[in-house]
């Protein structure tokens, strides 16, 4: 069986109303809790809270960027993370784009890919209490050790969307994370990854038996992030340029709601899980079925659902 996770925050839910639901996540076959990192949340205070809710749920930050934090502060807050949770927390760790590191916290995105493979070396040192002096080409630490390091380092996964940054994933780190594809994309990514790594991706899934709610959903979430650079060419790899390319005309001409009516509904629904529970379920498993190690849903209001139903209702145990 695959693992099946959940995303948190949930949309249209505050932080601190999320107990009840992390507490009952196992019960309901639930094995992970990932969080994510833009312009809500951070990172790891989700994580801090769940590990101390549900106590046996694996727990990862589905990515703090590379960029945002030193490299000291981001090994210290894994380091927290990992005796929060022993042998229970991931670290996931990315690029970012360039809107969150440039634009919105004035940092030059340079070199990402070194950046990324720069911060994974570093972190495999720091995290198992060794002293580290090293001149990495994107940055240098001197000195640097952990007051207390976790007894157990935890796994490292990198955001990978290209081949390049997959074959680092494979061949450094303990997993690639992706984002925003359709089950047969899943055949494409292993391709480059292999086997053997594990394979994780956030699924955006609305629970609604109406495909209008859902696409007009859908919609807005397609030109949020595949109009940004990085999204943009990792569905040009994956075969969809063409079909964004109306999209991406109308958003450079500063077009919004062009670029919104011109996604194609197919785009939507490779994209976007959505259909009454139980479809969303059997989708969810066709990911699995064609390589994905753990799906973790980004539920989406839909369906007159309220969160705490929907998490029920798209368990892996229901039904």
């Not at 589905?62 to 670290?91: E, M, N």
């Not at 859908?218 to 109306?246: Q, S």
């Amino acid at each position: 069986m695959s693992r099946w996770g959940l995303t948190i925050p949930m949309t249209g839910l505050a932080l601190s109303e999320h107990r009840e639901i992390v507490e009952g996540l196992s019960t309901l076959g639930y094995t992970d809790v990932w969080s994510s990192e833009s312009n809500g949340t951070d990172g790891f205070t989700p994580l801090a809270l769940a590990s101390q809710w549900n106590p046996t749920v694996r727990l990862g930050p589905a990515v703090v960027p590379v960029y945002t934090r030193g490299p000291a502060l981001l090994a210290q807050q894994a380091a927290t993370l990992a005796d929060l949770a022993p042998g229970r927390f991931v670290l996931g760790i990315g690029t970012s784009s360039e809107t969150i590191v440039r634009r919105w916290n004035g940092i030059p995105f340079d070199e990402p890919y070194k950046r990324t493979r720069d911060t994974l070396r570093f972190l495999r040192k720091a995290l198992t209490g060794e002293k580290v002096t090293e001149e990495y080409e994107t940055f240098s630490v001197t000195g640097f050790r952990l007051d207390t390091p976790p007894a157990e380092p935890p796994p490292i996964v990198l955001a990978a969307l290209r081949p390049g940054m997959l074959r680092l994933a494979a061949r450094e780190a303990d997993g690639a994370i992706t984002n925003w594809l359709a089950p047969e994309d899943v055949r494409t990514v292993r391709g480059v990854v292999g086997d053997e790594t594990e394979l994780l991706a956030r699924l955006f899934v609305c629970p609604t038996g109406d495909p209008a709610e859902a696409r007009a959903l859908g919609r807005r979430l397609i030109a949020a992030y595949m109009t940004v650079p990085v999204y943009r060419a990792f569905h040009e790899w994956l075969g969809r340029g063409e079909a964004l390319r109306p999209m991406n005309e109308a958003w450079a001409a500063g077009d919004r709601r062009k670029a919104l009516e011109v996604i194609p509904d197919e785009v939507v629904d490779d994209l976007v899980v959505h259909g009454p529970p139980e479809r969303c379920r059997a989708r969810i498993r066709e990911y699995v079925d064609n390589g994905l190690t753990t799906p973790v849903l980004a539920i989406l209001p839909g369906g007159g659902l309220s969160p705490a139903e929907a998490v029920r209702a798209l368990a892996p145990d229901a039904g």
